[in-house]
């Protein structure tokens, strides 16, 4: 039972151009959202969150929506730069839980120059 | 700061051997430990986490276990490892919040 889900493998965009990440979630006990970046052989990293009573948090060209009624959020990365290319992490974690996070099986992002 | 470190970096065994991989965290105290493994293509799978020294609780049946003999130290062991459990394994903290820090990982390759 797949509780988060990134539907696209892979998403390759023109540097400059807007990145779209998305990510749906099953389960309506979570009220905690994170997105992680990870590089070829190197451990995730902490990008950006979001907590179930926003619906919008920015961080310089990092911007999490969530959708709370349709269980989904999005991660929107304005520019896009080669350097961002990486795979990107969807993770979900329910109060109840603690710190447990159910993450998603990640979206392989190319930035073109 | 806080740091976390995983070794060996990368390891190849052969089907039925033992494993041990091991994780440490400086920096904090009684932090929260996970073990992670990412098979290829696949998302991050939570195998094991610890509140505390000697607790450990499992996701998945598997053929893997895991401890945490101090306070700092988690630990990741097979008796014999299988072709399944090649993957990349990735140990990581968290103290309180939801956000997880992780290690830089072990590329297993199970022969």
């Known amino acids: 039972d797949q509780q988060v889900k990134q539907n696209s493998p892979s998403l390759s965009v023109q540097e400059g151009r807007i990145s779209i990440l998305n990510c749906d979630y099953t389960n309506s006990m979570f009220d905690y959202f994170l997105w992680y970046k990870k590089y070829p052989a190197e451990g995730p990293t902490f990008l950006i969150s979001?907590?179930?009573?926003?619906d919008k948090n920015e961080d310089g060209r990092f911007t999490v929506f969530l959708n709370k009624s349709a269980k989904h959020l999005s991660l929107h990365i304005v520019p896009s730069q080669p350097g961002d290319s990486a795979v990107y992490f969807c993770?979900?974690?329910?109060?109840?839980?603690?710190?447990?996070?159910?993450f998603g099986e990640g979206t392989q992002l190319t930035v073109n120059p | 700061s806080q740091t976390i470190h995983q070794w060996p970096a990368t390891l190849v065994q052969p089907v039925g051997s033992p494993l041990s991989l091991e994780c440490t965290v400086e920096?904090?105290?009684?932090?929260?430990l996970y073990w992670y493994r990412q098979a290829a293509g696949r998302g991050l799978q939570l195998l094991f986490y610890s509140v505390g020294i000697g607790q450990i609780s499992s996701e998945v049946p598997q053929n893997l276990s895991a401890s945490r003999p101090q306070d700092r130290q988690f630990i990741l062991s097979s008796k014999k490892l299988l072709l399944s459990d090649s993957g990349f394994y990735l140990c990581?903290?968290?103290?309180?919040?939801?956000?997880?820090?992780f290690g830089p990982g072990t590329r297993l390759t199970v022969l």
């Open positions: 990581a903290w968290s103290f309180g919040g939801d956000e997880q820090f």
């Open positions: 979001i907590s179930s009573i926003k």
């Open positions: 993770a979900a974690s329910a109060g109840t839980s603690g710190s447990r996070l159910t």
């Open positions: 920096g904090t105290s009684n932090p929260n």
